[in-house]
Every structure is written in structure tokens, then in C-alpha cells.
């Protein structure tokens, strides 16, 4: 006997597979409010914290680069990660979230090495100019650096996917968090890397070509410089020529911007060892009619600054004559 199947009906289809939205990368501006969330977060919970001990904390150096870059690396590796669901505050604030090309969060690995190549260049890069002037670390610097720009250059105009290096490297994305399928990406223009080829040539050789020309016109600044650095206490040196009109005269000013470790013994027997190397390595400073040391003390942990400033103006024969007062040891 023939058997016959039963008619095709919506009763005997096969239901409809669910069919997931993509999802589709940010736009820069959230991101960029979202990261501004989550530094400040950083920021006042490093303040509140460090407040009562604002003296100890001024001490610690260099080191405080060093903690704040860890700090902030392990923040955004937690929680851009499978363990914070791929949204920091900010990411939760602005509904964003970082994730695969599936649509699933990051491991913490993956996220660590994200958030590693996207802020150790930037801490790197703010403080170079505490760090030797050696052409070795001269050229690291700039590597680093060109990591860093290339991140914010990708991230900024690289409009298909919004995927800097680190993200690259993680294999992740910054999406929105209305959909939960896929991510919609297509291949990154090729141009891209051309053009920040480019620019990065155009600025290393512009710095390049500028410094050059200052230590030419000005080959004292080198020895004032190096010596400087050398001074017990000093972690960074800045040297500025500026004028400003006192009662209708124009008043030349020497200012040596210095930021002190904290260990100094005085601020006073700390400056006279910024001026003694000054008028050492740079004669011109006689010719100037004031002498200033800017004394900087605090901590910059990158998401949290804090200093105290004290000015010390002299003239050159003030100086001098305090300087020949005191031992030969100092």
C-alpha cells in the first residue's frame, strides 16, 4: 500500500533558525569618553588614597611611573576581560565592551596583552624625558613612541574595524552592546599603513633635523644637560630662556624647572647645586638678570599628578656670592 507523506504545512516546517544581529565597532568618541571615565575613576581613587601620605609618595621616584603603569595595566586587563565581561566603567558607562570577532569576551591573557601594548608606550612616552639621552634608548623611545601613535592613528581612522595594534595583537574589538552576534568587519585598507609610515618618517626626521639645529646653535645645552642630570635628587631637567616687563623693563630670566626626588636634604642647598652647574657649564647665565630654580615635588602616577612648587629667585652675583660661601664639598 502507497504510503503518502503528510502536506507541507507551517505545523510540520522546521522552525526558523534565530537569527542574530552583528555586531558593529564604535566610533572613536565613545571610546575616548570611556577611557576618560576610567582615568578619572584612577585618578581620584590614586588622590584620595595618596592624600594623608603626599610626602611619602613624592619620594618614591621614578617608581611612581612604574606603579601607576602597572596599576592602570591590570585594571583595563580585569576588566576588558572574560572576568569584568569586557566593560570597564567607562565601556559600561558609554555601552561598549571589548570582545573577539565572535562576539565572545576576551581571557584575561589576551586582554593583559592589550591593555600592555596600548599603555606601556604611552608611559614610556611621557616620561622620556627623564630617561638617558643614549642613542640606544634615544631609538627605543622613538619605537615605542611610534607604537603609541600608531595605536591612536588606527583607532581614530582606521574606520572598517577601529582596531589599533593592540587590538590587533588580541585579535579583539570595541563594539556596542545592543547586539550580541558576530562582529561586521572587513579587512583593513592598506593604505593605512602607508600613510602612518609617513607621517612617523616625517616627524622622527623633523625632530631629528630640529634637535640637531638647537645643539648646533647651542651646543652648551648639551653639557648643561648632562650635567644636570647628575645632580643628586634632580629625576627631570627643563632649562627656559624667557622675558617678562617689570615696571616698563624688560627682565631677562634664566628658570631651571627641575622635579626633585624628595630626598633632597633642602630645597635651598638643592637649589645651589642646580646653579652651581649651571654657571659651570653655561657662562651666559651671568648675562641674565634672574636666576630662577623652579623646585617641582610630587608623584605623576600617569592618571594621577600631584606637586608642590617652590620658585627661588636670585641674580647671577646673588648666586654667586652664596655660592662661594659655602663648602667646596658642596
Not at 504545512?9 to 552583528?22: G, K, L, Q, S
Not at 611621557?126 to 643614549?134: A, F, K, N, V
Not at 605623576?300 to 664639598?329: C, M, Q
Amino acid at each position: 500500500m502507497e504510503s503518502t507523506a503528510p502536506p507541507l504545512t507551517t505545523e510540520y516546517a522546521p522552525p526558523d533558525r534565530e537569527i542574530i544581529p552583528p555586531r558593529f565597532v564604535s566610533p572613536a568618541w565613545r571610546r575616548a569618553i570611556a577611557y576618560a571615565v576610567d582615568k578619572f575613576i584612577l585618578g581620584t581613587a590614586a588622590v584620595i588614597l595618596t592624600f594623608p601620605f603626599f610626602k611619602f609618595v613624592a619620594r618614591l621616584g621614578s617608581w611612581s611611573a612604574i606603579i601607576g603603569c602597572a596599576v592602570d595595566v591590570t585594571y583595563f586587563a580585569i576588566l576588558d576581560s572574560q572576568i569584568g565581561n569586557g566593560q570597564s566603567p567607562g565601556k559600561r558607562l558609554m555601552n561598549v565592551q571589548v570582545v573577539d570577532v565572535l562576539g565572545k569576551t576576551i581571557s584575561f591573557d589576551r586582554s593583559l596583552l592589550r591593555s600592555t601594548i596600548f599603555l606601556l608606550p604611552v608611559y614610556v612616552s611621557m616620561y622620556w624625558s627623564s630617561l638617558p639621552r643614549e642613542p640606544a634608548m634615544a631609538l627605543m623611545v622613538i619605537a615605542i613612541a611610534t607604537v603609541a601613535c600608531a595605536n591612536y592613528y588606527l583607532v581614530l581612522f582606521n574606520h572598517d574595524t577601529r582596531q589599533g595594534l593592540h587590538d590587533l595583537a588580541a585579535g579583539s574589538f570595541v563594539t556596542g552592546t545592543d547586539r550580541r552576534g558576530a562582529v561586521a568587519t572587513h579587512p583593513i585598507w592598506a593604505m593605512h599603513w602607508l600613510i602612518f609610515a609617513m607621517v612617523m618618517a616625517i616627524l622622527i626626521l623633523a625632530g631629528l633635523i630640529g634637535n640637531t639645529w638647537m645643539m648646533s646653535n647651542h651646543p652648551e645645552l648639551k653639557n648643561i644637560t648632562r650635567a644636570l642630570v647628575g645632580v643628586e635628587g634632580a629625576q627631570q631637567i627643563r632649562i627656559i630662556n624667557t622675558g617678562s616687563a617689570v615696571d616698563g623693563n624688560q627682565k631677562r630670566i634664566l628658570e631651571i624647572t627641575v622635579v626633585g626626588d624628595g630626598k633632597s636634604a633642602g630645597e635651598e642647598a638643592f637649589a645651589d647645586r642646580v646653579v652651581k652647574q649651571i654657571f659651570e657649564n653655561y657662562p651666559a647665565a651671568e648675562h641674565f638678570n634672574v636666576v630662577r630654580v623652579s623646585i617641582s615635588q610630587g608623584y605623576n602616577f600617569g592618571f594621577a599628578y600631584s606637586r608642590s612648587v617652590r620658585n627661588i629667585d636670585r641674580t647671577p652675583a646673588e648666586w654667586k656670592s652664596r655660592l662661594a660661601a659655602l663648602p667646596d664639598d658642596n
